[in-house]
T-cell receptor, first 114, second 112 residues
Framework: DAGVTQSPTHLIKTRGQQVTLRCSPI?????VSWYQQVLGQGPQFIFQ???????GRGNFPDRFSARQFPNYSSELNVNALLLGDSALYLC?????????????FGQGTRLTVV | DAKTTQPPSMDCAEGRAANLPCNHS???????VYWYRQIHSQGPQYIIH???NNETNEMASLIITEDRKSSTLILPHATLRDTAVYYC?????????????FGTGTRLKVLA
């Protein structure tokens, strides 16, 4: 079975540009979350989506936005990129019954802003 | 938000048990403790989770104190492939809305 897939795996952007990262959850999983991991730190929560609705948002500026599609895949958009946005962006999916189960992480997208 | 505190690094001899401690003194009654590990900046890998009782699976055991203010992850027979950063996480939220609060993790090095 395919796990959580993220694309692209790596990309390089220039300050001020916009970027879109993509995530396909495990088949049957309806919840997708996004995390940012800066080098040397633990992942930080950005968004959670469930059934195409935003269910949670972390302490990130409005330059960060996301959406979930009818097939439960998701996109994370970051506008007006800053050098500090350079990080590993992780997507995690979980099934409907989330109360006592775990989230499965993808391998991440490594974003470098120059 | 509930926070976790872990030692920054630990060493363990191959074949011995690795005991990784975690403090989560501000945890609330309905918040789960999760453990994940991350190898070479890959995506975090799930290990185990629990609420109040001790838990065991094929990878590890989780011991949670009675007051739930701390826990210990036990890898019973560490191998070189267990070298990784281990994160103790408190999962916040209510039904349908959850988020993981990661700490800074413990870098475990298993020595041959």
């Amino acid at each position: 079975d395919a796990g959580v897939t993220q694309s692209p795996t790596h990309l390089i952007k220039t300050r001020g540009q916009q970027v879109t990262l993509r995530c396909s959850p495990i088949s049957g999983h309806k919840s997708v979350s996004w995390y940012q991991q800066v080098l040397g730190q633990g992942p930080q929560f950005i968004f959670q989506y469930y059934e195409k609705e935003e269910r949670g948002r972390g302490n990130f500026p409005d330059r960060f936005s996301a959406r979930q599609f009818p097939n439960y895949s998701s996109e994370l958009n970051v506008n007006a990129l800053l050098l500090g946005d350079s990080a590993l962006y992780l997507c995690a999916s979980s099934p409907f019954s989330y109360s006592n189960t775990e989230a499965f992480f993808g391998q991440g997208t490594r974003l470098t802003v120059v | 938000d509930a926070k976790t505190t872990q030692p920054p690094s630990m060493d363990c001899a191959e074949g011995r048990a690795a005991n990784l401690p975690c403090n989560h003194s501000t945890i609330s009654g309905n918040e789960y403790v999760y453990w994940y590990r991350q190898i070479h900046s890959q995506g975090p890998q799930y290990i185990i989770h629990g609420l109040k009782n001790n838990e065991t699976n094929e990878m590890a055991s989780l011991i949670i104190t009675e007051d739930r203010k701390s826990s210990t992850l036990i890898l019973p027979h560490a191998t070189l492939r267990d070298t990784a950063v281990y994160y103790c996480i408190v999962r916040l939220g209510a039904s349908g809305t959850y988020k993981y609060i990661f700490g800074t993790g413990t870098r475990l090095k298993v020595l041959a």
